[in-house]
């Protein structure tokens, strides 16, 4: 039984879920994962037996006869870079890891409109024309994000990454790109070669293949 296990939502749309996954696949750790069908009635109150929010994601790490929780996508990323420093999940420059942190929690604390307008829908290719000035702004504001990173710090790395290599960052920002892929947002080079790289992922992929053999969501229950 490996010492970590992660609980899960739906694939196709949990979006915290592919922000948490992917930095723990990053570290090469083996790991055991739980996808819980949040809207089955019963897998909801399972949730909130184990997870102290009642959501997903959730991180447990067996370690000196303990168990931990983390649960919270950002605090994840975070427990996960401490935990496994040779995964490298933050940049080792102090200027860059300040910018990487900030993205991240922007990520994370932001974005309604884009979220709103562009729901995740990993296997959908429903293009789109976004109208919404909020929603817009949202997009430009991720692709200055995304120039910014790679401008600074990923040209000159060791990877198609914001920062070279592999950082929380970029999970924080994979659903994002599967959205613009969804609804067809094209962007500038920088950002296209950066969204090709992201879905040209190994793990990234591992997942996707994954959520096209989940069972397909529940619906809303009624209120
Ligand atoms: N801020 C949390 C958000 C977690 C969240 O909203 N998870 C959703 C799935 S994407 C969930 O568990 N929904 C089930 C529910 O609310 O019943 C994070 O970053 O992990």
Not at 30 to 37: G, K, N, S
Not at 153 to 179: K, N, S
Not at 189 to 199: L, R
């Amino acid at each position: 039984m490996a010492d970590l296990h992660i609980y899960i939502g739906y694939r196709e749309v949990s979006s915290w879920s592919l922000r948490a996954w992917l930095p723990l696949k990053k570290t090469g750790m083996p790991f055991e994962e739980t996808l819980i069908r949040y809207r089955l009635p019963d897998h909801k109150a399972r949730l909130n037996a184990v997870s102290p929010t009642g959501k997903v994601p959730l991180l447990v790490h067996r370690r000196d006869g303990r168990e931990i929780k983390v649960w919270d996508s950002i605090a994840i990323g975070e427990y996960l870079a401490d935990t496994f420093p040779a995964a490298r999940l933050w940049p080792s420059d102090p200027i860059a890891r300040a910018f990487a942190r900030s993205i991240s929690a922007e990520m994370h604390n932001g974005f309604r409109p884009l979220r709103e307008h562009l729901p995740m829908a990993l296997l959908a290719r429903t293009p789109k024309v976004i109208n919404d000035a909020d929603a817009q702004a949202d997009i430009a504001r991720v692709a200055e994000i995304w120039r910014q990173a790679r401008d600074n710090w990923g040209r000159d790395g060791d990877g198609p990454w914001l920062f070279g290599h592999y950082t929380v960052a970029d999970g924080m920002y994979a659903p994002i790109v599967t959205r613009f892929r969804t609804y067809g947002v094209r962007l500038d080079p920088i950002c296209e070669d950066y969204m090709a790289a992201v879905t040209a992922d190994a793990d990234f992929r591992a997942w996707e293949a994954r959520a096209e053999r989940d069972p397909p969501q529940e619906p809303l229950p009624l209120e």
